[in-house]
Each structure stands twice: as C-alpha cells, then as structure tokens.
Nanobody, 119 residues
Framework: QVQLVESGGGLVQPGGSLRLSCAASGSRFSIYGWGWYRQAPGKQRELVAFISSGGSTNYLNSVKGRFTISRNNAKDTVYLQMNSLKPEDTAVYYC?????????????WGQGTQVTVSS
C-alpha cells in the first residue's frame, strides 16, 4: 500500500513562492515517476508537473519557467518549487504516483494541500 503525504501549501501573495513536498512510503520510490496535479474550484484536475525515475520532467505550459519538480530518492520525497505565483495557480495540489509515463496517472493520491495566491 502506497501512502503519499503532502505538505507546504498555504496563502501567498502574487509573485511569491512556495515549495510543496510529497513523502512516499510503501513503494520502491526510486524506480518510478511521480507527479503533481491540481484542481481549482469548478475546474478539472490537471497535471502540473511530472518527474520520471531518471529525472526527466514534463510541465503544464502555464507553469513552465516558474515551477520546478525535483526528487530526493534517499528521502522518498518529491518536491514542487513554485515561484512567481499567480492568482490562477490557486488550487488544491495533489501528489500522484507511481507511474512511468507522464500522461498516465498512478494509482495513489495524497490528501491534497491548498495553495491560495491572493493579495
């Protein structure tokens, strides 16, 4: 049974930064890819970023150049560094995995962490 626990959300002003963390347990973390999704009120869930087992990354076009996904295999943790945040980034962010293809959702989800960008 895979467990994913997110942390790091909160309220931030436009232009600010946050770093989300997702600690995974119950899986062979290093051999899989992991993703961050988000869902805003009234909108469909969308893939924000994905990192493969080899470190290759994929990003939603609207976050390219602002968000960075990374992983620490020694800590079984995946991160999402979010800079230059905009109000439209406001959403619940979810960690997902394991998966080996960025366009395929993994079978496990974290509980979600709220990110609110507002002045």
């Amino acid at each position: 049974q895979v467990q994913l626990v997110e942390s790091g959300g909160g309220l931030v002003q436009p232009g600010g930064s946050l770093r989300l963390s997702c600690a995974a347990s119950g899986s062979r973390f290093s051999i899989y890819g992991w993703g961050w999704y988000r869902q805003a009120p009234g909108k469909q869930r969308e893939l924000v970023a994905f990192i493969s087992s080899g470190g290759s990354t994929n990003y939603l076009n609207s976050v390219k150049g602002r968000f960075t996904i990374s992983r620490n295999n020694a800590k079984d943790t995946v991160y999402l560094q979010m800079n230059s945040l905009k109000p439209e980034d406001t959403a619940v962010y979810y960690c997902n995995g394991p998966s080996n293809l960025y366009y395929l959702e993994g079978g496990y989800w974290g509980q979600g962490t709220q990110v609110t960008v507002s002045s």
